[in-house]
């Protein structure tokens, strides 16, 4: 790439030489006397031409420098671009600027004191500039944990450069690729930061933010036939059938049913039927899981037992009848005809005998009718009046309250005034659910701290508690003003416990909450809170379907900032 021009130092060489002799001759030095007087041998100077730095493109600067190896100074420099000269001075730095692309040429002729001189030059090439290259990150603002999140990256390079393009998802995973799926574990903001870098160097980055939610598990609804009371009886040559409605927002839902005698049905349809092949009580689990993994259970106990039908039951009891008619004909021949000859044994013709008197025994007085209700005509009539006396005299009607909870003194006891705890405040909202909503649901299922344990707890819990759920948001306009401004939040529950086997539960608890929040000044923040609580406690101890109890609590709480 760097070129110098020795032959052109030779000629300049020469000619300079010759310069010398003719000035010497001209100004009548040579001739003027006999005497010789020498001359100093001319000087000799070396130069090369360094290009500072390494540059390889037109966006480099370019300064050449004249390096002096021998002369004598002080030096007059000619530099020359491409030919063409664009410097005369004793310096030895020409600074070029910026230079266009393609192949150039500096020169330097450099003269000494003694007149001595000599040329370098130096041949360089220079490129396009490298240019940076771009990358833009494609990331949706929302996502659930546990559900993939799909993204993707636009990089590109004006030079043609292979790019190496790497993705920071913030939660510990580095990925080099331009698209693809990443699952969030658990809820937060992250930063997703994108980098493209080209073999020179050059960096250009990307960034977004995605806010990942908590998943929630699917809504599942099942019913069977027969319908559970408490226990599914079943009859072994029936069918269990079970219906089963799931929805998740997020995306579909798998339905799993253990059958609880082995089998299973995965990616259950809608409607699934199963037969039992042996008389048990079978656990039946639906799980529904959706697409964050989360599930949605319910459970149902079957009680398989062997009961004939009524076709079954027809045809054996004909069997056994004809059986018994067979045996009782043998029976009767052989005691009455033990000889087989065909004549009854120990038998007399009944010769003299006298016509039997049925009269004399049923109707003695001849009147045609049976005289066996004689003892019933003799029945003394019972005097009213005689009962009335026994009894005593009936209360007129209107003298007995139509509703029991009317009879004061039946309701509450004489001075009986309000309890301490229906005087005491109503709790503040933090402390609404602790007072009202956990005890029943403690009451349910027990009161355990250790962690371990509450799981046990509840997994024995819903093998004997069918539970239903149903939640609902909405609007309420509280200002009257026709536009809704208050969100409150609705929760249903019903709760069947059965553990004697028995159909039929022995309690049934409903409970119905409802929860609002209201901005009043409109700074953006809830200041007034209403929270209303109804529970329904039906306790039928003995399973005849009539409940002993009835408990019934209504709480209702405000609160405000």
């Not at 226990?231 to 609880?260: F, K, M, Q, Y």
């Not at 093998?463 to 609902?472: C, E, H, R």
């Not at 086997?501 to 007034?528: A, M």
């Amino acid at each position: 790439m760097y070129k110098t021009a020795p032959d052109r130092n030779a000629r300049r060489r020469i000619q300079t030489g010759l310069f010398l002799v003719a000035l010497m001759l001209g100004s009548g030095c040579l001739g003027a006397t006999d005497e010789i007087v020498e001359q100093p041998e001319p000087s000799v100077v070396t130069v090369s031409v360094v290009i500072e730095g390494s540059p390889t493109t037109a966006s480099d600067l370019i300064i050449a420098n004249a390096i002096i190896e021998e002369g004598t100074a002080p030096y007059i420099a000619n530099w020359r671009l491409d030919g063409v000269l664009v410097q005369t001075s004793n310096s030895l730095t020409y600074d070029a600027g910026f230079l266009s692309v393609g192949t150039h040429t500096i020169e330097v002729e450099l003269t000494d004191s003694m007149g001595a001189s000599a040329v370098s030059a130096v041949i360089f090439t220079l490129l396009e500039p490298n240019r940076a290259p771009t990358v833009s990150l494609e990331l949706p603002s929302e996502g659930v944990a546990g559900v993939p999140v799909a993204w993707s990256v636009a990089a590109a390079d004006p030079d043609g450069d292979v790019l190496v393009v790497e993705v920071d998802f913030s939660d510990g995973t580095t990925l080099r690729d331009l698209s693809g799926q990443h699952i969030w574990g658990e809820p937060g903001t992250y930063s997703v930061r994108v980098s493209a870098t080209d073999p020179s160097g050059f960096l250009a980055a990307a960034q977004g933010s995605i806010r990942i939610d908590d998943a929630e598990a699917p809504s599942l609804t099942v019913s069977t036939s027969p319908s559970p009371q408490g226990r599914i009886h079943l009859n072994l040559a029936g069918e269990l059938s079970i219906s089963t409605v799931a929805e998740d927002p997020l995306g579909p839902v798998s339905i799993l049913i253990d059958w609880g005698d082995g089998s299973t049905s995965d990616q259950a349809l809608a409607e699934e039927s199963h037969q039992y092949s042996e008389e048990d009580i079978y656990v039946v689990r639906v799980t529904a899981t959706g697409p964050t993994g989360i599930s949605t259970e319910r459970v149902f106990h079957v009680e398989v037992v062997s009961v004939a039908d009524d076709l079954e039951a027809a045809q054996l009891q004909e069997e056994l009848e004809g059986e018994a008619e067979e045996q009782l004909e043998n029976e009767v021949e052989q005691e009455l005809d033990s000889d087989g000859d065909g004549t009854v044994d120990e038998v007399t013709e009944a010769q003299g005998d006298s016509e039997y008197d049925w009269q004399s025994d049923f109707d003695p007085d001849g009147d045609g009718y049976y005289d066996d209700d004689q003892e019933v005509d003799d029945w003394v009539s019972t005097d009213e009046e005689s009962v009335r006396d026994e009894v005593g005299d009936e209360e007129a009607t209107d003298t007995i309250p139509s509703d029991p909870l009317m009879v004061e003194s039946s309701v509450v006891n004489e001075g009986e005034g309000p309890s301490e705890d229906e005087l005491a405040p109503i709790p503040f909202n933090n402390e609404a659910n602790i007072e009202i909503v956990n005890p029943v649901f403690n009451e349910a299922w027990g009161d355990v701290d250790d962690a371990s344990m509450q799981e046990q707890t509840y997994s024995r819990s819903i093998s004997q508690v069918t539970a239903t759920w149903w939640n609902d948001s909405f609007w309420e306009d509280w200002d009257n003003d026709g536009v809704a401004e208050t969100l409150c939040h609705s929760t249903m529950g019903v709760f069947w416990f059965d553990s004697d086997g028995i159909p039929g539960p022995e309690r049934i608890i409903l409970v119905r909450t409802k929860q609002c929040s209201h901005d009043r000044d409109g700074d953006g923040h809830d200041d007034l809170f209403f929270t209303r609580f109804r529970g329904l406690d039906l306790v039928d101890q003995n399973s005849d379907g009539i409940p002993e109890r009835h408990d019934v609590l209504t709480r209702t709480v405000w609160t405000w900032d």
